[in-house]
Every structure is written in C-alpha cells, then in structure tokens.
C-alpha cells in the first residue's frame, strides 16, 4: 500500500481490450496501488463494463472503486446499480454527474453531482467511501469560479469523503484551488488526477474537452517534435513527473493517475517519483 497513489481504468469494449488491460495491470499490479477507478459512462453504455472490469481488479488482489454517473439516469436505475455493488461489497464509489451524449435530450432526475451524492447517502449510509470530482482550472460549464466552488462545496456538503481532480499542468492552479477551498472551510483530502502525455494530438483534443490547460510552452514543445512519438513522450514524462514531484514536496495527499489502460507512462512516472 502506497498512501493515496491510485489508478484509473475505463472498461474495454473489445475482447481485445480486455487482453490489453489485463497485460497492463499485471505491470501496474507491481506499483501496489492505493486503489484502481474504473470509469462509468453517461447513458448507460458500459455500465456492465464498469462493473466486471472492477470485479476483475478485485479478483487480482487490488481494491476497486467504481465510478457512478447520475446524468440520464433515474432514482430507480441508480438505486438498482448501488444495490448491485453493496450485494459484491464494494465499499468505494466515484460519483459524478457525467456529461450527456450529445443528441440526448433527456436528462433524468438528476442534474448536478450534488444531488447524486446525496441520494447515495440517503439510500445506503455510510456504507460507502465518497470520492468527487474537483476543478482546479474549474468546471467549462461554471458560470464563474465562485460558481464552481460553490458547486464542489455542495458535493462535499451532502457527504463526499475525498476528491480527485480533473488533471492540469498548472501547479499554481491546484494550489490556488485548495486555499480557496480552505478559505471556505473545505477540509476533504483532495487528491491531483495526473495525466501521462502519450500523443499531442490526443491530448490536444481532450483538453478542449474538458477545460484542462496545456500551458503554451508545453503545447509548443509537443507540436515541435510533430510525429516522433518517442520524443514526446520522453518530453512529457520529465514534464510530468517534475509536476508530481512539486505536488508531493508541497503536500499533495497523493496522486490519481489518468492510465487510459496503458502501463508503461504511469509506470516509469511512479518509478522516477520512488513512490
Ligand atoms: C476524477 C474524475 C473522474 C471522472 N469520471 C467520469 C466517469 O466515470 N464517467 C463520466 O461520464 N464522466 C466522468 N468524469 C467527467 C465528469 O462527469 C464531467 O466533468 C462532468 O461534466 C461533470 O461532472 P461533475 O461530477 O464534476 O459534475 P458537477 O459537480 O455536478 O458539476 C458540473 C457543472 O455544473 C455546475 N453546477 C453544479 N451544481 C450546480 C447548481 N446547483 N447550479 C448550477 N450549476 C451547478 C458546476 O459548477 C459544473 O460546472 C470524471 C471527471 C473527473 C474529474
């Protein structure tokens, strides 16, 4: 056990897939994770995934936390799903809010992650360990920052334990998150979501997505090196383990690791790091 260094996973949809990530954990496995996240998608897609992928990991000797999204669903499909996970004792969620494939209109009974948290408390106690999502950089949906914080500030309210947070290259952006979290007397352990740099196109596209930040001397280095691959990533390994290692010094309670089911990346940033 390594304190707070946890993994996330998305659940394959391939046999092929599954093949792969299993190869993946089996390296991972090695770095005794706090705990590995399996990802739950908006609609209903792999919810079954979600599910096996997270009683895989289990069988293998690691603890295993689903995450569980509120968006298009209703009470009694989300009632039905915590049910599902008390009958396999799972004892850790991840609890979001989820974003709507585009094209759907109907949104359900629940709107905000909040809400979700609350139900779960209301339906099951303390049964479970409540982790949330946090925005350093601030959700691309929040009106204002004050908004966002508000909105995290109502996550933690209805009961959430801890928080991960969406990834960033920023450091000074965590740090100015957590005082202004601390100024509004949030005292949950919030622990940073790193994400390996594999592809700069990739990484370009997922940063628009979701209101991450490539700082402009990182997205100039990347699109410098063009197609050398190899480049990239060893550019992007000293780029990020420079940046967990300024979290650790500063006290940082741990760190998320974004795996996207591929070992080698996460693998060698742990390693460097002597976590
Ligand atoms: C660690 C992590 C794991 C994730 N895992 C998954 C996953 O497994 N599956 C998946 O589909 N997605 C996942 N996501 C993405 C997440 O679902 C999206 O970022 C989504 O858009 C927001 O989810 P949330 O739980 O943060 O929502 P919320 O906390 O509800 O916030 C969403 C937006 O609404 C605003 N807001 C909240 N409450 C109110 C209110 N009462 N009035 C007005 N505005 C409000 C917030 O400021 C924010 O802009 C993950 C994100 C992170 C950081």
């Not at 396999?88 to 359900?108: E, F, N, Y």
């Not at 990347?222 to 940046?243: C, H, K, M, P, Q």
Request: proline share 5%.
């Amino acid at each position: 056990m390594t304190g707070l260094h946890s993994l996330e996973f998305f659940p394959p949809r391939t046999r092929e897939g599954a093949e792969k990530l299993r190869a993946a954990r089996r390296q991972l496995a090695q770095l005794s994770p706090a705990f590995c996240s399996v990802t739950f998608g908006a609609g209903g897609s792999t919810r079954e995934g979600t599910l096996a992928t997270v009683l895989e990991i289990r069988s293998e000797g690691l603890a295993a936390a689903p995450h569980i999204s509120c968006i298009g669903s209703t009470r009694d499909s989300l009632r039905a799903v915590l049910g599902q996970y008390r009958s396999h004792d799972i004892r850790h969620l991840v609890a979001l809010r989820g974003d709507l494939p585009s094209g759907t209109a109907d949104a359900g009974e629940f709107r905000y992650a909040n809400e979700l948290v609350e139900f779960i408390r209301q339906e099951t106690g303390d049964w479970f360990h409540i982790d949330v999502a946090a925005y350093p950089e601030y959700h691309p949906q929040a009106k204002t920052p004050q908004d966002d914080l508000d909105s995290f500030r109502r996550k933690v309210d209805a009961g959430a334990d801890s928080a991960i947070t969406q990834y960033f290259y920023n450091a000074d952006a965590f740090w100015s998150f957590l005082d202004q979290c601390a100024d509004a007397g949030i005292d949950i352990p919030i622990v940073p979501g790193i994400m390996p740099i594999a592809s700069a196109t990739k990484l370009a596209r997922f940063s628009d997505n979701c209101g991450a930040e490539i700082p402009r001397w990182i997205r100039r280095k990347l699109e410098g090196y063009g197609d050398d691959t190899a480049s990239i990533r060893a550019f992007g390994l000293d780029v990020v383990t420079d940046l967990c290692s300024r979290l650790l010094a500063r006290g940082a309670p741990g760190l998320h690791f974004y795996t996207l089911n591929q070992a080698s990346l996460t693998t060698t940033i742990w390693q460097r790091l002597g976590l």
